[in-house]
């Protein structure tokens, strides 16, 4: 099981109790709604030991993000398949004092590489509701283009699906 | 950390992937209407992760109820303290073929105890919904008795209060 990615700036790993206070903070506030909040708190720690748990139910998961030289979780970007879910999705939410550094662009293509290459996925989609402009804009950045022949699991989002990148050398895999 | 529980005809152990479905299932259900369901399975399967990661999250946490020479889980009990809850609850959810045999109200009864004698609980409460009476049965069978002073994570539960129980000779 591969539980950590390293990228030019940042360390992916596995995520863990340590990461609890700032996601907990995330979940509760007026971000969360554009992730299917607003969440009851009971709900939103739901969601954080979810995140959790993927790992040991599926054998991969999403992972927290974090700064070379800090441990602090900035956000829990990657693989995500709860039962239920129409295929495997690549998903992110990224804490607020994370925005505007391309930390959220860098985390996420260092997932798709790891989703296509290790998990052997042949094709992934991420659900984003038709109002989260900055998660469309990192949709797009990072070439995934709208599939309107998917239904996604919530009316309100649509659809970015990912296809491997044929572009990335294999020395260059991290 | 303690992850096995015995008692007369039940052993109580960690829940493993092998109990995804039958507790996806009951948060699907009607069954779950007391703790907010019934869920979309999405949902339904977050609620279940969030029971499984709570021993990842917190070092103890509820149990798969089985009875003993069947490892089958029948429903999920025990210790739960989720970040928001105001302080420890003893939870119980009981798929449907196992009501009716006492087996919740044994495995409660032996999660109250662990609680107690093993984590170091000075108290427990169990967060209830007013029309759940099976499970207000279950905690009055326990010993517990309503808090209405005590803080809930949702203002329409009553809380019930474990009594301490009596340590053996």
Not at chain 1, 78 to 85: E, I, Q, S
Not at chain 1, 125 to 133: G, H, K, P, R
Not at chain 2, 52 to 60: A, E, I, M, T
């Amino acid at each position: 099981m591969i539980e950590r990615l390293e990228t030019e700036r940042l360390i992916l790993r596995r995520p863990a109790a340590r990461d609890e206070a700032g996601a907990m903070d995330f979940l509760l506030s007026p971000r969360a709604d554009r992730i299917g909040g607003p969440f009851k708190p009971a709900r939103a720690w739901q969601v954080f030991a979810a995140e959790v748990a993927h790992w040991d139910l599926r054998g991969y998961g999403g992972f927290a993000v974090t700064q070379r030289g800090s441990d602090r979780c900035l956000g829990i970007i990657g693989p995500f398949c709860p039962t239920g879910w129409p295929e495997p999705e690549m998903g992110w939410m990224l804490w607020e004092e994370a925005e505007g550094r391309s930390i959220g662009y860098e985390a996420a293509r260092a997932c798709l590489r790891h989703l296509f290459r290790d998990l052997g996925w042949s094709s992934t989609v991420s659900y984003i509701d038709a109002d989260n402009a900055r998660s469309i804009a990192l949709a797009e950045r990072l070439g995934a283009q709208r599939d309107t022949a998917t239904t996604p699991p919530h009316p309100d989002d649509i659809v970015y699906r990912h296809m491997p990148m044929e572009d990335l050398p294999r020395e260059d895999l991290g | 950390m303690i992850e096995r529980l015995e008692t007369e005809r039940l052993i109580l152990r960690r829940p493993t992937r092998a109990d995804e479905a039958g507790a996806v299932a009951f948060y699907e259900s009607d069954r779950s209407k007391f703790v907010g369901g019934p869920f979309k399975t999405h949902i339904a399967w977050s609620c279940w992760a969030a029971d499984f990661g709570h021993w990842d999250l917190r070092g103890f946490g509820s149990f798969a109820v089985t009875m003993k020479g069947d490892d089958t889980c029948l429903g999920i009990v025990g210790p739960y303290y989720p970040a928001t809850w105001p302080e420890f609850e003893i939870g119980w959810l009981i798929w449907p073929e196992a009501e009716g045999r006492g087996i919740a109200y044994e495995a409660a009864r032996a999660c109250v105890d662990h609680a107690f004698r093993d984590l170091g609980w000075e108290t427990a409460v169990s967060y209830i919904d007013p029309e759940n009476a099976r499970s207000i049965a279950l905690a009055e069978r326990l010993g517990a008795v309503r808090d209405d002073a005590a803080p809930r994570p949702d203002p329409e539960d009553y809380v019930f209060r474990h009594p301490r129980p009596e340590r053996p000779a």
